[in-house]
């Protein structure tokens, strides 16, 4: 079936093929289906209008109503420009043209009234507008009462007229053609429930508004349709995979139920408890478990995970914990290994490092079911790797690994899919993770273990080093540990090796050998180098860990009581967190110092006084979320997940929620949407399920 959103945007008056193809180009926009929904970024409000006393430079557009009042050819050659000057009852202001200067000399007159149009800038003291739009008063009274469109373009299209005003203009056109073409794609249910915009009123009145309410509503249906189908296809994939694939039943859990009256070397938080209730009762449905566990650092995801194996060993399954590094493969097996010992549970490591006689005898008895609980890396996928019932696959920080990778661990067990517990210490705002992980149940851990002293932190600048130092040495003499870090960033490894060199050398000279022991890490070590000097600072041996980015990912060093972060301004909220995390872990009260130079901007300042401000992962993941956008967020970009169009998750949470909650009323109501009054639902979903056709959004 083809429609009228198929038709290549060459037809349109306008538009020839040379046009076309910079657009094609430009844009990636090939259809009318395409160009129709190239909304604008924001519209002028032409029914304003400003006195010249009141512009000023931070203004992005003024207009003014006068008289022109003196008209001049100044300069030639490059600096010939017209000059004229623009009077209305507050002062004057002058306008200037470099271009076209034959032209607008020839048709704009002095002491007649006109309407003008433009971005304010300072000039000696005084506005001015370089190539204002400037009408006669009369013909711009006529076209007022409107809200004109700004459209993206680029210097490529402004050669060939299609500047924001050039796209206008061919807009104007496609939206009279198209519009009786526009068919509502949401219930009427839906519509009146929320009052919405009907798609054929939005779609025009997204272009050509004539009020800023009418803007706003066209505004918003489109971001809830957008929102809404993105929650539908998530929520329809979750669903059907529960239908299609059976996990194995928990049910009876005596080794849980030994380790809890016997063993439980803490009380559990109720935040713990709830979460294991949680995966319980996921668990024994007799499906597939698809979860996210999500929980601060240091909110004890272990002993949660721990006690998720026992119920699978419970029921003679094989576990596996996959983690992103071997450094903390080796952190999740000796704290795993601390509550498997108590019970005479043996686990074992499998990374790309361990030896083949030993691989060997792994794999051997992983496929024969000897081997009840694994921990390693990315090497569990391996195709060599095969278990004899794999019940349950806990991955830990899941941004490191694709979906695919998940899939490929969770389908070892060719009999009942593998329960998948995916834990993830970086904390994404609940209604981010709706859209990210839509097709994964939501698990949160959102408290500490009680006595937790909260970590001090404090923004400190280069001119206050010494104190700083003098502090640090303070903390050594009490006992405790201290780490150092450094930025790494991929593209200049090599300088930022340097820094952490040179920072090496000032630290030898501020804290001097014999008295003061230093471990270095750092990305290019083998993981043989890595690991020894990670170990003589996890054995007390060095009392300072001097190290880039790599210790973001794991290390559990109780008597660290100090985190320095060399250069904050360059890390992100979300690993300033983390980093901050890795103190704050034993009974002592931790500090963490952000470092900077005194040069630093606004936008810095303030995102290391919501570090000083709030320990509170959530809240620093929203402000993350404020600062960077969505986008940013562990690579979305390229996954597609976040293929939006119009709306903006990091300030649509409101619509993404009652969108996801009409979703969800709806599917409730009609799993399979073969309702009749559902019927315009399931068409658009089928339409959208076929990716390439990028117009079917509209039709
Ligand atoms: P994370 O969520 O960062 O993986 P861990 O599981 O490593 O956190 O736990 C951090 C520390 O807190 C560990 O030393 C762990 O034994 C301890 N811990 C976990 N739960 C509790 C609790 N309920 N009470 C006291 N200490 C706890
Ligand atoms: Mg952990």
Known sequence: MTSIFDTKIDFLKGIGPQKAAVINKELSIFTYGDLIQHYPFRHEDRTVFHTIAEAHEDMSFVQFKGVLVSL????DGQKKRLTAQFRDKT?????VWFRAINWISANIKIGVEYVVFGKPTYFRDSISIVHPEIEPLT??????????PVYHSS????????????????MAQLVELAKPHIKENLTEQII?????ESKKNAISQIHFPTSQVELNNAIYR???EELFYAQLKFLRLRSGRKLQNSGIVVQHIPLVNEFYKSHLPFELTNAQKKVIREIYLDMGTGKQMNRLLQGDVGSGKTIVAFICMLMLLDQNAQVCLMAPTEILADQHLNGLKVFADKLNISIVKLTGSTKAKARKEILENLANGEIKIIVGTHALIEDKVIFKNLGLCVIDEQHKFGVAQRAKLWAKNTNVASHVLVMTATPIPRTLAMAFYGDLDVSVIDELPAGRKPIKTVHRFENQRLAVIGFMKEEIKLGRQIYIVYPLIEESEKMDLQDLYNGYDAILKDFPQPEFQVSVVHGRLSPADKDFEMQRFIKGETQIMLATTVIEVGVNVPNASVMLIENAERFGLAQLHQLRGRVGRGAEQSYCILMTSNK?????????ATMVRTNNGFEIAEADLKLRGPGDLMGTQQSGVLDLLIADLSTDHEILKLARETAQALLLDDSNLTKPQNQNIYNHLQAISVKTINWSRIS
Do not use: Y
């Open 155 to 170: 210097e490529k299209m402004k050669n060939f007229g299609l500047d924001s005003k050039g796209i206008s203009s061919i």
């Open 139 to 148: 013909t711009a009274l006529e076209k007022s009462g409107k809200l004109r």
């Open 72 to 75: 001049q050819i100044q300069g």
């Open 192 to 196: 009146s429930d929320f009052k919405l």
């Open 222 to 224: 489109l971001k809830f």
């Open 600 to 608: 630093i901007s606004q936008d810095s300042r303030e995102k290391l």
């Open 91 to 95: 002062g004057v202001a002058e306008l």
